[in-house]
């Protein structure tokens, strides 16, 4: 596609649904947003960064899963460094820009699906070696916070990078499946507010007006619980503008180990005659 076409193709979806709220390279010298976040330059390396060192394999070998890709930022990056790439999105108009810069950059190997993140399962999307839970998984509230992680978990092989708030105030307490979590109800949407709105409005949930933030002991506790074996914090590369109360982990899926040392676990495992 000329530069021309891509121009006035990137014209028309901006006049039908607003202006592109990330920075994707089209190549020819274009990007989706004129003047692009430096936060989000920075975000970017350090998610590839992140995949790049723990997978330990080459991106071609790997199939990931971005949740909530939005226009197809991270999802673009990773499948046009060869992975095999999943964006599920929920919001009908990202994901038509999404399609239109991966038919620019002529990528066969990433599809975009546009759903509810809530709907994720291993029957209707299989496993991935490598979750992308960027940035969505505090616009959740109870008790989709505590089952969607739980899909996150079913899905993934290897590790996820989960980037998201945490509830560094006085904390409220909700319980799911006989254990207490703390952290804090935050507002989405103003009561009142219609779907249209709501829909239109990128950086908040799809529907649920509230979303509760976790506080990071209660995040890890349902972490651990739902699957990971061990969970690490990044801190290096840094993400430019990054706030107190947002972190970005690294959540492995691992076989754990017991208590106790290899030889007694052994033989615990196979006693002999």
């Not at 590790?159 to 989405?188: P, S, W």
Request: net charge negative.
């Amino acid at each position: 596609m000329d530069p021309e076409a891509i121009l006035a193709r990137k014209k028309q979806l901006e006049s039908q649904y607003g202006p592109w709220s990330t920075p994707v390279y089209l190549g020819q010298g274009i990007v989706t947003s004129d003047e692009p976040d430096k936060s989000m330059g920075t975000r970017t390396r350090k998610i590839v960064q992140i995949v790049k060192d723990i997978a330990r394999r080459p991106l071609e070998e790997l199939r990931i899963l971005d949740l909530a890709s939005l226009e197809g930022q991270y999802s673009l990056e990773f499948a046009d460094r060869g992975a095999q790439v999943v964006g599920i999105e929920g919001r009908e108009a990202n994901v038509i820009k999404a399609r239109f810069a991966q038919e620019v950059l002529e990528l066969d190997n990433v599809i975009f699906h546009a759903d509810d993140v809530r709907n994720l399962s291993v029957e209707k999307y299989g496993t991935f070696d490598i979750v992308l839970c960027l940035g969505i998984h505090y616009h959740l509230d109870v008790p989709d916070v505590f089952t969607f992680l739980e899909q996150v978990a079913a899905v993934c092989l290897d590790f996820a990078v989960i980037d998201t708030h945490i509830n560094l105030e006085t904390a409220e307490e909700v319980e799911y499946q006989g254990l207490r979590y703390q952290g804090r109800h935050v507002l989405e949407h103003r009561a009142g507010t219609s779907p249209e709105r709501r829909q239109a409005n990128i950086w908040a949930s799809l529907d649920n007006p509230h979303s509760f933030w976790f506080n990071l002991n209660s995040l890890l506790q349902l972490a651990s619980q739902v699957g990971f074996s061990s969970i690490y914090e990044c801190h290096i590369p840094i993400w430019q503008n990054m706030t107190k109360d947002r972190i970005v982990l690294l959540a492995m899926k691992g076989e754990r180990e017991f208590g106790f040392s290899f030889r007694e676990k052994k033989e615990l495992l196979d006693p002999g005659p």
